[in-house]
């Protein structure tokens, strides 16, 4: 059973930043490419960041410069940090396994004005 627990996140005014945690646990290993995905209010889920086993990242052309994926295999965990925040970015943010229905419960990202 695969188990994907995020946390972080939370109310930031504009320009601020914030830090997502997903920790995994279960048949998850440092093979699986992970991803960062948001939903806002009325709007389909995107995707905003994946790493794959090798900790290369790729990012969403509207968060690159901004945003960064990381991972730490030792610890199960991806990271999302996210600098110079906009309003256009407040949403739920989800962690998945890539290729794989594993998602994270989803954590609220709210940017003020």
């Known amino acids: 059973q695969v188990q994907l627990v995020q946390s972080g996140g939370g109310l930031v005014q504009a320009g601020g930043s914030l830090r997502l945690s997903c920790a995994a646990s279960?048949?998850?290993?440092?093979?699986?490419?992970m991803g960062w995905f948001r939903q806002a209010p009325g709007k389909q889920r995107e995707l905003v960041a994946t790493?794959?086993?090798?900790?290369?990242?790729n990012l969403a052309a509207s968060v690159k410069g901004r945003f960064t994926i990381s991972r730490d295999n030792a610890k199960n965990t991806v990271y999302l940090q996210m600098n110079n925040l906009k309003p256009e970015d407040t949403g739920v943010y989800y962690c998945?396994?890539?290729?794989?229905?594993?998602w994270g419960q989803g954590t609220q990202v709210t940017v003020s004005s």
């Open positions: 790493i794959n086993s090798s900790s290369r990242p």
């Open positions: 998945r396994v890539l290729g794989f229905s594993y």
């Open positions: 279960g048949s998850i290993c440092s093979a699986n490419g």
